[in-house]
């Protein structure tokens, strides 16, 4: 570990979840209006789907991937899980459970366990990107210097 901090520190790119925190929130001021002078439930109601979507987008932010010292530190939405240099196998890059355009990490632990690390990026924008973490995580693992 650095004296100033972890050695990695991977997050979700801000870019996607800024923009769709952008739109839904345009697309809630344009529904608020009519809704509200026309006494509409249906779109209350769909108002009401929207602004969930936005909470899970706004938790989302949340993710990060933290690995300092010999400890690995996965925070998601609503856990956080920790293991140690030791406990892990190998890091791989996988496709998402959603779409197979979507990329993200996996990794292998020596109890058999394959976790994804919920950190994607789309397959067309931004494969240099989760190739770079993917080499720092194993650099990480083998103990050698990280340069991400």
Not at 48 to 61: N, Y
Not at 108 to 125: E, G, K, Y
Request: charged share 15%; aromatic share 8%.
């Amino acid at each position: 570990m650095t004296p100033t901090g972890p050695a990695i520190v991977i997050r979700r790119p801000r870019a996607g979840l800024i923009l769709m925190g952008t739109w839904i929130g345009f697309v809630c001021l344009l529904i608020v209006p009519g809704a509200v002078k026309e006494h509409d439930s249906g779109r209350l109601v769909f108002l009401s789907v929207l602004l969930t979507w936005l909470v899970m987008i706004v938790l989302s932010a949340r993710d990060r991937i933290t690995a300092a010292g010999d400890t690995l530190i996965y925070r998601s939405r609503f856990r956080t899980q920790s293991w140690h240099r030791g406990e892990i196998l190998a890091f791989t890059i996988a496709t998402g459970p959603l779409s197979h355009r979507t990329l993200q990490i996996a990794m292998h632990t020596t109890d058999c366990q394959c976790v994804p690390l919920a950190i994607t990026v789309t397959f067309w924008s931004r494969t240099n990107r989760i190739e770079c973490w993917h080499s720092a995580l194993e650099d990480w693992l083998a103990g050698e210097p990280v340069t991400l």
